[in-house]
């Protein structure tokens, strides 16, 4: 895969070799892994419908391999990212809540920790203050005292919902 900035259309290129490969050495889990970034270059070119269907495949694949499989991991992350970078809230929404049962019902903690903090964010992002809120708790509560990257984005989530509070309540009282 090219790293550093690349036209979306060589990007998709590569990625669909990889594809190809993964499909010829039986490597379902790296098949899913190119679907979900073929699903993310098939949204930046605008199309919907194969970005979908990408995400579709990838899904399938993962349920055929069992939904504890470490794959999930990075299915969750991945839709974190495509509604960072694509847009794509309601996939992201999905697979994440899915991620989040499947790892507090696997005693998995720690990932469970980090995909609740991620959620919150993106509920965040969607002015859900109270169920960001929530979340934002449970991920920290979860989690240990030495994980940086649970505990920061934690800290981002309160910084963003208390500012967009101080402004919906700032916005409200102009108005009065």
Aim: aromatic share 6%.
């Amino acid at each position: 895969m090219v790293i550093g900035p690349t036209p979306v259309s060589v990007a998709l290129a590569e990625v669909e070799e990889s594809l190809r490969w993964s499909k010829e050495v039986s490597n379902r889990r790296m098949q899913s892994v190119w679907l979900y970034k073929r699903a993310e270059l098939e949204a930046m070119l605008g199309r919907e419908r194969a970005a979908r269907a990408s995400v579709s495949a990838g899904q399938a694949i993962v349920h055929d391999l069992g939904s504890s499989d470490s794959l999930l991991v990075a299915r969750c992350f991945d839709a974190f990212e495509a509604h960072v970078y694509l847009d794509m809230v309601q996939l992201a929404e999905e697979e994440l809540v899915r991620c989040d049962r499947v790892f507090v019902e696997s005693d998995e903690a720690s990932i469970a920790a980090s995909v609740k903090a991620r959620l919150a964010e993106l509920l965040a992002s969607q002015g859900r203050y109270e169920e960001a809120e929530f979340l934002t708790e449970e991920s920290e509560n979860a989690t240990s005292t030495d994980d940086p990257d649970i505990h920061l984005r934690c800290r981002m989530n309160r910084a963003r919902i208390a500012a967009q509070r101080g402004i919906s309540t700032r916005q409200r009282n102009s108005l009065s």
